[in-house]
C-alpha cells in the first residue's frame, strides 16, 4: 500500500477519509493561495474535525518548511 501511495495517491485505493486529507495536504503545498472553504467543509465531511484539520495543515506546514530550509541551505541528505 504504501509503495502505491508514492507512485500516485489518487490511485492507491485509499478510503474517502485518507484520500480527501492527502488531497488537502497536496493543494496546500503546491497551491496554497487555492484553499477556500470548501475544502475545510470536504474534510468535515469525511469526519475530521477543526482540530484534525488544523493540525493536517500544521503537519503539512512544518514539512514544506524544513524542506525549503535545508534546500536553501544547501542541506545534502542521505
Do not use: C, H, W
Given at each position: 500500500m504504501?509503495?502505491r501511495?508514492?507512485?500516485d495517491f489518487?490511485n492507491?485505493?485509499?478510503?474517502a477519509?485518507r484520500?480527501a486529507?492527502?488531497?488537502y495536504?497536496?493543494?496546500l503545498?503546491?497551491r496554497?493561495s487555492?484553499?477556500?472553504q470548501?475544502?475545510?467543509?470536504?474534510?468535515?465531511?469525511?469526519?475530521?474535525?477543526?482540530q484534525?484539520?488544523?493540525?493536517i495543515a500544521?503537519v503539512?506546514?512544518?514539512y514544506?518548511?524544513?524542506n525549503?530550509?535545508?534546500?536553501?541551505?544547501?542541506v545534502?541528505l542521505?
Amino acid at each position: 500500500m504504501l509503495a502505491r501511495i508514492e507512485v500516485d495517491f489518487r490511485n492507491a485505493g485509499l478510503d474517502a477519509r485518507r484520500q480527501a486529507m492527502l488531497e488537502y495536504a497536496a493543494k496546500l503545498t503546491l497551491r496554497p493561495s487555492e484553499i477556500v472553504q470548501e475544502d475545510l467543509r470536504e474534510l468535515r465531511g469525511v469526519g475530521f474535525s477543526d482540530q484534525d484539520i488544523l493540525a493536517i495543515a500544521e503537519v503539512t506546514s512544518y514539512y514544506a518548511y524544513v524542506n525549503r530550509i535545508a534546500d536553501g541551505l544547501g542541506v545534502s541528505l542521505e
